[in-house]
């Protein structure tokens, strides 16, 4: 019994601790609009996330745009908006997998030819290209102070 009771006890403790070491960040309210060539786009998702060569730090903010190509972000746990600092930007293509998936029932050999045919009309399908969607890569950077920011985002 008393062995119980102090396993009870340890795993309390540990849950306080656990709670305590929850870090709450301030967030500043971001919105925007994702245009293709000037053309809303839905089911994409942006994301904000810490620019590694600068000194922001906190979670990442992301926000899913809507039939008129708005979208606002929220950081993981659900506080709106994005931390205070640099932010390397995410262009996602919610809609892409299903643009690359195979059409119709099962699957059919193809020849090398027709593979690569395939590919590249997959490729030209895609909204968002590849280089948006990696942070290396991305050519888009936001810089969030201590104002609300609109942030739109027009893909060439």
Do not use: W
Not at 96 to 125: C, D, F, H, I
């Amino acid at each position: 019994m008393a062995r119980s009771a102090a396993c009870v006890i340890l795993f309390g403790a540990g849950l306080l601790v656990a709670a305590g070491c929850e870090q709450k960040f301030p967030t500043i309210p971001v919105e925007g609009t994702v245009t293709k060539n000037g053309k809303p786009q839905n089911d994409i998702e942006v994301v904000f996330l810490a620019d590694p060569d600068s000194k922001t730090v906190g979670p990442r903010a992301t926000g899913k745009t809507d039939a008129a190509g708005r979208y606002r972000l929220q950081i993981e746990g659900g506080s709106p908006g994005a931390v205070p600092g640099t932010h390397r930007v995410l262009v996602l293509d919610l809609n892409a997998a299903k643009q690359m998936a195979p059409r119709g029932k099962g699957t059919m050999p193809v020849s090398p030819e027709q593979a690569r045919r395939l590919e590249e009309e997959a490729r030209k399908a895609l909204r968002i290209p590849p280089n948006y969607g990696s942070i290396n890569n991305t050519p888009l950077r936001a810089t969030i102070g201590a104002q609300p920011v609109v942030f739109d985002i027009d893909i060439r």
